[in-house]
């Protein structure tokens, strides 16, 4: 096992894996910008270095100031939480080439994930069920129209290198495909750097349905079930939840084997998310995230494990703690994103926090690198905390979450607080019954965003 690790993140995340460490003995480097000097995740860390100024470009995303700050710690190992270098292939390939260890899948896995074409070609060879769709990119606009007649409109043009929901764009029909497939391609190009496309046919109104997979890198994985994150503005999470209400434990153990198999084959190591849209009974996948996910903790509620915990077993050689048939639901959980911004836009709303009180009691986590007093620098994500109930079952978690946001305290920035005490009157939200463009629309209707 480690020693000592690095965590290559900030905010709520860096503080969970410090969380995770301490309780395995494992001491902690945290690293910081200029602007985040103060921050909690720097307090509790066993040691702290600065890496750089404000912009994550010049901290948080620079590999030479992170290698160098293993080395003059002697961490031994890094944890890229979510986000900034969670996901980048030639980050993972420096840490192996210092002869440190990445608590992550390989760069390999990550390289055929990042890329949405490989993504889905390879899965499809494992068995999982795709979005019926063009094999491999589109190149021309006339090969796109002919797509478009053939799988029926609407059809939705997507860019290989694509990412947090920007190269993205849906065409109704023939007329709208000329300006969708450029707009794609374009998007792709500036955006990612490549202006590669492919086609899917469009559903119109499934649910978000994301699949827990985790794997010990020889050739053994298991799953940890569903979480439905189909309440999403701007395709950005806001409200999720596990078990999924609209799964059956038949289709769960089918689908998550589906996934936990075609994991296995690749040796993938550690922990990743297989995302699916889900329509009429049916499981279409859309993309894999090959690391650990801001709603992750739901997912820890209904099976009482610590994901983190097994990331960390694992990269350091380690068996996985648990077996597929050690794995059993207990109730339901439900998580929400506290960000500071403003209702109804969701403009960013950094400044001083002046108050800050964190409900508890039975069943509350509340995962949050808040402290009052505490200043939300304005350079980074809105996230400040994530609010997470687990009770017995559905009803029971919902009570919980409207208590335990009657009790939170959040005082000086505006946050996203209101929204979720507005949902919790929703019908919709009390039964489970919404899909990716439920909010959206409601949003609409009552908030007039648009
Ligand atoms: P990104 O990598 O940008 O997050 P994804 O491929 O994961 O892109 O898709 C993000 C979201 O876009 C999905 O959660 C869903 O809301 C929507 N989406 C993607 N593909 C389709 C599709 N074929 N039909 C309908 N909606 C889709």
Redesign the pocket.
């Known amino acids: 096992m480690f020693e000592k690790i690095l965590i290559a993140n900030r905010g709520e995340i860096a503080l969970r894996v410090v969380r995770a460490a301490r309780e395995m003995g494992i001491a902690t480097v945290a690293v910081h910008s200029t602007a985040d000097s103060d921050a909690m995740h720097v307090r509790m860390a066993d040691e702290s270095v600065c890496i750089g100024p404000p912009s994550g470009a010049q901290s948080y995303l620079s590999v030479p100031a992170i290698i160098a700050a293993c080395e003059v710690t002697g961490a031994e190992a890094i944890h890229p939480g979510y986000g900034f270098l969670s996901e980048n292939a030639g980050f993972v390939q420096v840490v192996e080439d210092h002869d440190l260890t990445f608590i992550g899948p390989t760069a390999e896995h990550i390289r055929i994930m990042g890329d949405?074409i490989t993504a889905k070609d390879t899965m499809k060879k494992l068995g999982v069920p795709c979005?019926p769709g063009s094999d491999g990119g589109v190149a021309t606009l006339e090969e796109a129209k002919r797509l478009g007649e053939e799988m029926g409109y609407p059809v939705?043009i997507?860019a290989t290198a694509?990412?947090?929901?920007?190269?993205?764009k849906v065409a109704q029909n023939a007329g709208e495909m000329e300006k969708a497939f450029l707009t794609a391609r374009a998007e792709g190009k500036s955006n990612f750097g490549n202006d590669e496309v492919y086609i899917?046919?469009?559903?119109?109104t499934?649910r978000?349905i994301e699949i827990q997979v985790f794997g010990d890198g020889k050739g053994r994985a298991v799953h940890l079930g569903e979480r439905d994150c189909s309440l999403?503005r701007r395709?950005q999470k806001v409200f999720e939840e596990a078990p999924g209400p609209a799964i059956s434990a038949e289709e769960r153990a089918a689908i998550g084997k589906t996934c936990a198999d075609a994991v296995a084959r690749i040796n993938y190591t550690g922990a990743g998310t297989i995302?699916f849209?889900y329509e009429n009974g049916e499981f279409?996948f859309?993309?894999m995230n090959t690391r650990l996910q801001v709603e992750h903790p739901v997912t820890e509620a209904i099976f009482g494990v610590d994901l983190v915990r097994e990331q960390i077993r694992v990269a350091s050689g380690m068996e996985m703690s648990f077996q597929q048939e050690d794995l059993t639901i207990n109730g339901h959980s439900i998580e929400v994103r506290i960000n500071a911004e403003k209702l109804p836009n969701f403009a960013p709303c950094p400044g001083r926090i002046t108050q800050y009180h964190a409900p508890g009691g039975l069943g509350v986590r509340m995962d949050s690198a808040l402290y009052d007093g505490y200043s939300i620098p304005p350079y980074y994500d809105s996230l400040i905390g994530k609010l997470i109930v687990h009770g017995r079952d559905r009803p029971e978690a919902l009570a919980r979450l409207n208590r335990a946001l009657g009790e939170l305290i959040v005082d000086g920035v505006d946050t996203t607080v209101p929204l979720f005490h507005a949902l919790l009157q929703e019908e919709d939200v009390l039964t489970g019954n919404y899909n990716?463009h439920w909010l959206e629309h409601w949003l609409e209707t009552n908030l007039g965003d648009g």
């Open positions: 949405k979005v939705i997507k694509g990412g947090g929901g920007r190269g993205m899917e046919k469009y559903l119109t499934p978000h999403q395709h995302e849209l279409y859309i993309e990716i």
